[in-house]
């Protein structure tokens, strides 16, 4: 989730400054692209040269340091970022922040910041616990900022309690975390899950094996990706996840007027329902009484709702299942072309761990190209991240430059 996330951090004038670099050196591991902008109390504890050697990029101080390059740097910094962590942030800081005072590049950098701020405060146990430093921290939590709470242990100042910046690896889970969060804020995402069912008369129809697990583990993650999720259900036992629009349909054609409805309107459909190919043509509206000895069903082709999508598709992305037995490459890709999609999430339903009423699954993702991405096996919950990940990082491909001179 960190990988090339633009990550700003604001390092103020505490003695736990020294772990904060390896916060930058494990964020820069994982891929993310790391900036560091200090207060001038914050260079008496690190020098910038050891933020910039270990994320490549020029360190900020100044608010007016170089007239040559001088870009407004707070608004360059503030738009370059995903997110703000603040670490360690002092007492003087958290009054700063608190109150809208912007006095240095780095308060008015956050001033001029609307996205995710995670702030880690460190300093002595008073410090901590005096009322005016809480009520601060108190302000900046009802504003939206996430305040990731002090260790307790020995303190610099030679006494133990609370005030500890935490660990840098638990500092970095908890920006996990918060990408974890917001990579589909403010999308909307229609996922669809489960079988059709084909009614043959009233008591009896046509179904398959699908589960709809795969397609409600989709759905649980893009609501933890922040998005808004609309679940279009065909038959499944599973119980609908919370904090979503669940849409319970039958038939094929029930669940392609439900997507229509939506379609429109959301970023992106991940189409993992098992839809039924054909529907009888007459269903009968009582019950089939038992007399001859052979009955024939007249079969009628269903709609293919994906392949329609497709067709009428905007900006949306779209994403196809194809459960194959056999040559599972080449047929998951002539789907992935005729359905006009971004990519297939492509397994063969034979295989040990893969396919229906299991909780694992084994697949390959197909990209618009040939690029194929093959996964070892894997829980349906952890395919329907990787999932999710790809069709966030479709949606943010706009990605912000960073409009400064790494020389200066
Ligand atoms: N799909 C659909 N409408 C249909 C059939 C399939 O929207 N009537 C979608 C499925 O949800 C899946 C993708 O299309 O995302 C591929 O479905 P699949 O059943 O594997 O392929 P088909 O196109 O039906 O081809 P075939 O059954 O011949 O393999």
């Given at each position: 989730m960190i990988d090339k996330k633009n990550i700003l951090i604001g390092v103020t004038g505490?003695?736990?400054?020294?772990k904060v670099v390896e916060v930058a050196s494990r964020l820069k591991k994982s891929g993310a692209n790391v900036r560091v902008m200090m207060t001038s109390a914050a260079t008496e504890f690190v020098s910038p040269r050891t933020f910039q050697e270990i994320t490549g990029n020029a360190v900020f101080v100044e608010m007016f340091g170089d007239a040559a390059h001088f870009h407004v740097a707070h608004i360059a910094l503030a738009d370059f970022a995903d997110m703000v962590l603040i670490a360690p942030a002092t007492a003087n800081f958290l009054a700063k922040a608190a109150h809208g005072i912007a006095d240095d590049l780095l308060t008015t950098t956050i001033l001029a910041f609307d996205r995710e701020i995670l702030i880690a405060p460190s300093m002595n146990t008073k410090m901590f616990e005096n009322p005016a430093t809480q009520a601060n921290l108190e302000i900046l939590k009802s504003r939206g900022m996430k305040i990731l709470e002090p260790a307790t242990g020995n303190l610099a100042c030679g006494i133990s309690g609370k005030g500890r910046l935490p660990e840098p690896v638990d500092i970095c889970a908890a920006i996990e975390k918060i990408f974890t969060g917001t990579v589909l804020s403010g999308k909307k995402i229609l996922v669809t899950a489960g079988g059709t069912v084909e009614a043959i008369d009233p008591v009896r129809y046509i179904g398959n094996r699908s589960s709809g697990r795969m397609g409600f583990e989709i759905a649980k993650a893009a609501l933890s990706a922040g998005a808004e999720v609309i679940l279009i259900s065909g038959k499944s036992e599973l119980a609908p996840p919370k904090n979503l629009k669940f849409v319970k349909t039958e038939s094929a054609i029930e669940m392609r007027e439900a997507v229509l409805k939506d379609f429109d309107s959301v970023d992106a459909v991940i189409m993992s329902a098992a839809v039924a190919d054909y529907r009888v043509k007459n269903p009968a509206a009582q019950k089939i009484k038992k007399s001859a000895e052979t009955l024939t069903l007249e079969l009628v082709k269903n709609p293919d709702i994906l392949k329609e999508l497709g067709n009428l598709k905007k900006s949306q992305v779209l994403v196809g299942f194809a459960a194959e037995t056999q040559n599972i490459l080449e047929y998951a890709n002539k789907k992935l072309v005729e359905k006009n999609l971004d990519f297939i999430v492509a397994n063969d339903?034979?295989?040990?761990?893969?396919?229906?009423?299991?909780?694992?699954n084994i697949a390959s993702i197909i990209w618009r190209g040939g690029e194929v991405e093959n996964f070892p096996k894997m829980s349906k919950a952890e395919l329907a991240e990787k999932i999710i990940e790809r069709v966030a990082d479709l949606l943010n491909k706009d990605k912000k430059f960073f409009p400064m001179n790494d020389n200066q």
């Open positions: 505490g003695i736990a400054a020294y339903v034979t295989a040990e761990g893969a396919g229906f009423n299991v909780s694992t």
